[in-house]
């Protein structure tokens, strides 16, 4: 008897085990957390997957075109467009696919290029989509925020879609983008670049977690260290860390770095992440960045006092900052326009240490090796979005300029592509980013040209991905071009600068050269002024 008692326990204690060991199965089936497991019967929407995958990347598929549907009262709607400097959150309800989420914020977003459609005849605005604005949590496949960027100064529509791609072969935190048809209480108001946004779920994907200190660096973000500054140009989005001590101390240890010495860098910086971020600037010519006068366009995200550089804001890469001519031929360890390099110790100190420099070099080669196809990408790109592009209502360029920005011409190849870095003196000193527009010059905008003809009855051509259709917009402000004055070839721009890093790198042409007191920083220094907040 008391042996069956024994047994009946035994058994009791193994079924026990068995339960608990199949509950812990399902558990790290469905997520390393108990809320994870908790979340096996929720909704679609709601769903994130285990680790650092998150299940809003579908949304960012390669060549993917998702369908935006905007709901926002009229009023708030007319409030906002009364008034897009404000960039207020309004309250909208938005749905891509099957999935529905309401009372998210929505806004309009930008800095000089806000001003510039503002003061146009256009009401194409960037826009901010913070889902878990006024509620707690909420989020779209694991996502809590993107942006829906306009295509400004972009006929191509693909120099920020294409950098990040860039900046992710080389294994850059980059965020991801896709294409989007966005549509506003019904109608289809334009074709836009979904951008997901650097917050709470982009440093879960990427670091596995949003416990460190994210600043948002603002224009003139130079890091350079002075004592008892504040740093207010470096804003604090993501943290506690109201001090910012971690940032100053990293700023400080990274202007202390002896000269040609790693010193305590590494103590407090991904270095590679800072050198693929240059990296990129450099190949692709994107200098509405850190590389560039106005020093900005850029996070850092600091874990335990060390921090990585994540890239932002490509619309103006490939050439778009202004024409390709002086950009082309600047020397890759001197990489900086419109100002002395000295000034920008994130690449003056960091590529003054050769083990560094020779990494970046490393990172330029691989930038070389995915620009080999690039001409082919962009075919296969454009034949992917042309459809979308002539159905835009609302885009800043004509279906020429969009074509002549993708199409390699030898009547505008640069001439300068073989000319020495020294040489960029000699170049027209007049080079100014013709797509920056002030407020003062309004009567250069355009007004808004008729609709394409496929687009008379609201009718959109057949996407190449499927997808709903919608209601083409018009009325006044629906257009806007004639705002972007360059059309210049994405491919030209390339090519050219292909050629010239290749020389420099084999030998044939010198990596450095006197770029930091020349027509460069004239030129950076006209457009700074030119852009200056009146």
């Not at 970046?360 to 296969?380: A, C, D, K, P, S």
């Not at 770029?515 to 030119?530: A, E, L």
Request: some cysteine; charged content about 25%.
């Amino acid at each position: 008897m008391e042996n069956g008692k024994i047994a009946k326990k035994y058994i009791a204690i193994a079924l026990a085990t068995i339960l608990t060991l199949g509950s812990i199965a399902v558990f790290y089936m469905h997520g390393n957390s108990p809320i994870a497991a908790e979340k096996e019967n929720e909704t679609e929407t709601e769903k994130i997957t285990s680790g650092n995958e998150m299940a809003y990347e579908e949304l960012f598929e390669r060549d993917r075109i998702n369908d935006i549907y905007i709901e926002i009262s009229e009023a708030d709607w007319e409030s906002m467009l009364a008034d897009p400097l404000a960039e207020e959150y309004k309250s909208a309800t938005i749905k891509i696919g099957d999935m529905t989420l309401e009372n998210v914020g929505f806004r309009t977003k930008g800095n000089l290029t806000l001003k510039s459609v503002a003061s146009s005849d256009s009401d194409r605005y960037s826009f901010r989509v913070k889902l878990d604005k006024y509620e707690k949590g909420q989020n779209l496949l694991g996502l809590d925020e993107f942006v829906l960027n306009n295509m400004y100064s972009d006929p191509s529509y693909m120099r920020e879609y294409l950098s990040y791609e860039a900046l992710r072969e080389i294994g850059a935190d980059a965020p991801l983008a896709s294409y989007a048809n966005v549509y506003i209480n019904g109608e289809l108001f334009g074709f836009y670049l979904m951008v997901e946004a650097i917050d709470d779920s982009f440093l879960e994907r990427n670091f596995g977690g949003a416990d460190g200190n994210l600043y948002k660096q603002e224009q003139g973000s130079t890091l350079q260290y002075v004592e008892g500054n504040n740093y207010e140009k470096s804003e604090l989005k993501v943290g506690s860390d109201e001090s910012k001590t971690d940032l100053k101390n990293f700023i400080q240890i990274l202007n202390e770095m002896p000269e040609g010495e790693k010193g305590d860098i590494e103590s407090v910086l991904d270095v590679d992440s800072a050198l693929k971020y240059i990296a990129v600037n450099t190949v692709l010519g994107n200098y509405d960045s850190y590389n560039g006068n106005l020093a900005q366009n850029y996070y850092l995200y600091g874990q335990n006092g060390k921090f990585t550089v994540i890239p932002w804001d490509y619309n103006m890469s490939i050439g778009g900052f202004g024409g390709g001519n002086n950009q082309i031929t600047i020397p890759i360890d001197e990489p900086v326009l419109g100002v002395n390099m000295e000034s920008l110790p994130l690449i003056n100190n960091l590529l003054a240490v050769e083990e560094y420099k020779e990494r970046y070099h490393g990172y330029i080669q691989e930038l070389l090796n995915y620009l080999e196809n690039f001409e082919e990408r962009v075919t296969q790109l454009a034949s992917i979005i042309r459809p979308y592009v002539e159905a835009d209502p609302t885009k800043f360029c004509t279906m020429e300029q969009f074509e002549a920005s993708i199409t390699y011409s030898e009547e505008s190849t640069d001439s300068t592509a073989n000319t020495a870095p020294q040489d960029v003196d000699n170049q027209q000193e007049n080079s100014m980013p013709p797509q920056q527009i002030q407020p003062q010059d309004e009567q250069q905008f355009q007004k808004p040209q008729g609709m394409p003809e496929n687009l008379e009855n609201g009718e959109r051509p057949e996407p190449p991905q499927g997808g709903m259709g919608g209601g083409a917009r018009s009325g006044p402000g629906a257009g806007g071009r004639g705002m972007m004055a360059s059309s210049t070839s994405i491919l030209n721009f390339v090519r050219d600068r292909v050629k010239n890093i290749k020389q420099q790198l084999s030998g044939q042409l010198p990596t450095t050269g006197n770029t930091t007191m020349n027509g460069n920083m004239q030129r950076g220094n006209q457009f700074n002024k030119m852009n200056k907040p009146q």
